[in-house]
């Protein structure tokens, strides 16, 4: 069955075919609030979230977008709120800011010691996962943002309270820092020059 | 241009973000400096790659937790706008004038044990006949459907020790009062021209509606602080004409009035 006969009958009211969708989507929405929340937990719930907003959404969906572009959007959207909420508690509970780059903050990353098993993907494709495991989240939820929710610069600097030239710095620097991680698990790119190591140092 | 500044370029220019000043500046540099060259190709396949990135596994039962919620918060849409209902109403006051025509004929004729019984219920208004009426439940309905239901059956009303003095519909006559008479006062009343879409779905199983014959209001209440905040946005939202009231209450308890029926 295709996804539109599938939205179709969900919109009817048919829990079986939103429950394909579900299982058609799962994955995908709930890597994204992985990759945004850094918490396998909490990403479970908001995943479960953007379920549940879509089936309540159902009625207003247009099919103007793939539901799966629709489902994505929504989830997001509730992972902004989340990191939103999250800011400001720790704004009232005064802490070191997790957004100071100076602060030699280290990921907590409880996902990147799981045993858990990545979905059937090329190597490039799980080598890229992992290397996003591995930045520091003021970079990678930028770039996720940036590369699979698909915002500006604009909106990412307003999802996440930042001002565009942070935004801007954060990607790149995200970027080089996925270069590099991925340099060194190797087989990435093409064998790196050694005056590139170099340069790598420096920076 | 230094590589440290060519860097944040080349990202700028993978998103598209560059004017064509910079990115005539940018390929200057390129074109002199090998190094940014190799970065910016790696860059590039990077960017690329993220059409294979490999997805992590949702957790085990993902999906049926989230149709299991889905079906403990199944839409209440209120009884009285249901099709069902009204179809099954008239059906009802049908066999309400049947049983009262059969009743009254066996009036006429020899004396049968039951008989009087059978008038008395016809006697009663046709809501209540309509209740009795209904179908065996829908196993998929909810608990706040069933809950709705027994309000309006006297048999219910009069088995469950919580309803209060309004819970006997027979000493109301045909208005459809299920109001717990003995439910604390909101605080905070919204008032609606009509019901928002998605309002409905908000809607948790413990708020019950009542409805006011005499007006045409539908009742819904409780309601949390939330959830009427989240209804108020719907109907700004749909221009449907919506006003709060404070009122003395019990904090935090809230109210929804659906001003047409």
New interface residues.
């Given amino acids: 069955m295709t996804d539109q006969e599938l939205v179709r009958r969900a919109k009817a009211g048919d829990q079986d075919a939103f429950e394909q969708l579900v299982l058609d989507n799962q994955n995908r929405v709930y890597s994204l609030a992985l990759r945004l929340s850094g918490d396998r937990e909490e990403a479970a719930d908001l995943a479960q979230e953007a379920f549940l907003k879509a089936w309540r959404s159902l009625p207003s969906f247009q099919g103007e977008s793939s539901f799966a572009t629709w489902v994505y959007r929504l989830t997001t959207n509730l992972c902004i709120d989340y990191l939103r909420r999250q800011r400001r508690r720790q704004e009232t509970a005064p802490s070191v800011s997790l957004d100071d780059e100076e602060s030699g903050w280290a990921e907590p990353a409880d996902w990147e010691q799981d045993p858990h098993r990545k979905l059937e993907a090329s190597e490039r494709g799980r080598a890229l996962a992992r290397g996003l495991e591995q930045l520091p989240e003021h970079q990678r939820r930028p770039l996720i943002l940036r590369e699979l929710s698909g915002m500006s610069y604009q909106e990412i600097a307003q999802a996440l309270d930042l001002d565009l030239g942070t935004v801007k710095s954060r990607i790149a620097r995200a970027r080089l820092s996925l270069r590099k991680i991925l340099l060194e698990d190797g087989n990435f790119f093409d064998p790196p020059s050694s005056n590139l190591t170099k340069k790598e140092n420096r920076r | 241009m230094e590589?440290?500044r060519c860097?944040?370029q080349?990202?700028?220019r993978?998103?598209g973000?560059l004017t064509d000043r910079e990115t005539q500046e940018l390929e200057r540099h390129l074109a002199q400096c090998p190094?940014c060259r190799?970065?910016a190709d790696?860059?590039k396949?990077?960017?690329t790659?993220?059409a294979?990135?490999?997805?992590?596994?949702?957790?085990p039962g993902?999906?049926q937790?989230?149709?299991e919620?889905?079906?403990r918060?199944k839409r209440v849409i209120p009884l009285f706008r249901r099709p069902q209902f009204k179809a099954l109403a008239g059906l009802a006051a049908c066999a309400a004038i049947c049983i009262g025509i059969y009743g009254a004929g066996l009036l006429d004729g020899p004396e049968t044990p039951g008989s009087g019984a059978v008038l008395q219920s016809s006697d009663q208004s046709d809501t209540s006949i309509s209740a009795y009426a209904l179908p065996p439940e829908n196993t998929e309905e909810s608990r706040g459907e069933i809950a709705q239901r027994d309000a309006l059956s006297p048999a219910g009303s009069a088995s469950d020790s919580t309803a209060g003095p309004a819970g006997d519909p027979a000493a109301d006559g045909p208005s459809l009062q299920i109001q717990a008479a003995a439910a604390p006062a909101p605080s905070l009343v919204l008032t609606v021209d009509a019901m928002p879409?998605?309002a409905a779905?908000?809607l948790s199983d413990e708020t019950t509606v009542s409805h006011s014959a005499q007006d045409g209001r539908d009742t819904y209440a409780p309601l949390t602080r939330e959830q009427l905040d989240e209804i108020e946005r719907l109907a700004q939202e749909q221009g449907i004409t919506a006003s709060r009231t404070s009122q003395e209450g019990a904090e935090g308890l809230c109210a929804l009035v659906v001003l047409a029926g």
């Fill in positions: 590589c440290e860097l944040e080349l990202s700028a993978l998103d973000d190094d190799a970065l790696q860059l396949q990077l960017q790659d993220f294979q990135l490999a997805e992590e596994e949702a957790p993902f999906a937790g989230v149709m919620q889905i079906r918060e879409a998605g779905e908000l």
